[in-house]
């Protein structure tokens, strides 16, 4: 058997449930890739080593040929710390929620746990979940960033010190991070995860979301967490998808908006993209070249503008008192929040429900709609956290999205290629990015940690 910690979910889950595996040695293996890597990576906002541990050994003891017990049973996951995991510190990178420890999971955490999951520990999260850059680092060129905000879960992951973590995606938090750090992000379609027990930043655009090194992974998370809350309206109401094996689905049309993304993409970008887009074409994938519903540019203002109008709403009794702790992007983003006008607000979420119906029903009428997972390669860490200029279509929308890795390039750094589908077709996209996965080798590779 390879190094433990090299294991996917599913490949993990298949030698315990086979015999050759227990939970307490495979959580004790990322325990030590952890202690190995966490000192140049930071990945990690707490580990619950003890806790984490002790998990383990009873998920081993209880398990049974005779008996259910779930089908993440003995997985260790990471969670996001703007994510409620009863019993450890929830405190979004800001200093003055130090010592918030929730007294209940999340409800996704909840689903995960019910499944047999054991809950590794926190991974950073940018301060409040939005754009100022954290202490964590690109675990393929140090100097370079993770991406945001979900930086802590990409780099766990693209380490080996977790085969799994739970992020969350307001404008490209998960899938951008994903792509930076070389492994795979998944975005479900809006209101299939609830987002009840998790600190806000725009409850229109707030996603829940997966990072795996597996695309087979992201469905069995999916699987776990999907369904209504009464904590989260926008869950109910929804025709879940139909959960099951994973099938592996060539896809036969995509489209593709060229012109659209050639404005605002950096060079290599689109030559990488373009590489992708190539490659689906030489194995007999339809690919059509489309103009874009709307200027890029004139989503990503109407996306910054609800997002700002949001989180000022949600932080506004907290920054009266605590404005000098926020930092720079977040306090930026509540400033100008409380400066639109609802007028503003009201143009920018009708345009936003046209966009909506366009985009899906582009999205319909093939497999996916390809592009770019960032607008560039990954910035010096202390400078950014990069653009979601790319993932704001998918989050302003809600429509379900996927990012796989394409290779990397000058710096050893990753580029990744991303896949928007229609509404609830989360199961039919992973389908079609699983088959990419395997037959075109986009697939995640553990990083060697370097520093140049």
Sequence with gaps: MANLWELTLKQGLKEIAEGNLTS????GALLE???????????????????ALEAARISDDNRSPKENTGPLAGAPIGIKDIIDVQGLPCEANSPFLKGNV???????VAGLRRAGAIILGKTVTTQFATGDPSQTRNPWNLAHSPGGSSSGSAAAIATGMAPSALGSQTGGSVLRPSAYCGIIGFKPSYGLISRGGVVEVSWSLDHIGTL???????????????GPDDKDETTHGNALPRFGPLVPRKPTKVRYPRNGISQYAAAEVIEWVDGGVEQLRKIGVEIEEIEFPLDFQILHDTHRMIMNVEGAAYHEKMFSKHADDYSPVIRTLVENGLKTSGMDYARGLRQRARLKTALNQIAKDCDFIVLPTFQEPPPLAEESTGSAFFNEPASQTGLPALTLPLGRGDKNLPFGIQFVSHLMSDIELLAAGWWCEAELGWRPEIADIRTN
């Design 102 to 108: 929730p007294e209940k999971d999340a409800f996704c």
């Design 33 to 51: 890739r952890a202690d190995a890597c966490e000192k140049e990576i930071k990945a990690w906002a707490s580990l619950d080593r003890e806790g």
């Design 24 to 27: 307490e040695q495979w959580t």
């Design 212 to 226: 795996t090194r597996s695309t087979e992974d992201a469905a069995l998370l999916l699987a776990q967490m999907a």
